[in-house]
């Protein structure tokens, strides 16, 4: 029954995809996903203050769910400051949840790491068995980039 004094409030159609559900974060990374329509798209993370997210940016694979494509959000977050462990990230539109996923978070132990070694490490076998892949620490990103086979 609904009541006389509170509107009826629907779950905005959205999408948190970023962090996957069940997956692993570290380093610097992007919250992401879509809602079809919202005024703000804001992210708690294990029920803490909500932080807004940029909301608006073009996806072209919305139009067919929300009859038009500017419906991606976005916010660049430091997993670092989470802390190991598992974690939950709720998405909300406009003050309503229409998104959540639990993940876990591996750090280095601070909350941002400066000055450690850039030199380039080989990955055997990856990604498939009898090539390498080289990486390499990028302290902007808190974690290790691609830089050739």
Known sequence: MQSLFA????????????????GSVSGVGLVSGRVCSANHVTISFDGGQAQ???????????????????NGFGLLF????????????RAFADG????????????????????????????????TAGSTTNVQWQQANQNFVIVGP
């Not at 509107?7 to 069940?22: D, F």
């Not at 807004?52 to 500017?70: F, K, L, P, V």
């Not at 639990?102 to 601070?110: D, H, S, Y």
């Open 96 to 127: 309503v949840q229409f998104g959540q996923a639990t993940f876990k978070v591996q750090t280095l132990g601070v909350g941002f790491l400066r000055g450690a070694s850039t030199t380039v490490h080989s990955l055997a076998n990856f990604p």
């Open 7 to 22: 509107p009826a409030v629907s779950t905005p159609t959205g999408v948190l995809e970023n962090p996957a559900a069940g």
């Open 78 to 89: 430091n997993w670092n400051l989470l802390g190991d462990g598992t974690h939950t990230a």
């Open 52 to 70: 807004e997210a940029a909301y608006g940016t073009s996806r072209a694979d919305t139009m067919a769910t929300c009859g038009d494509s500017n």
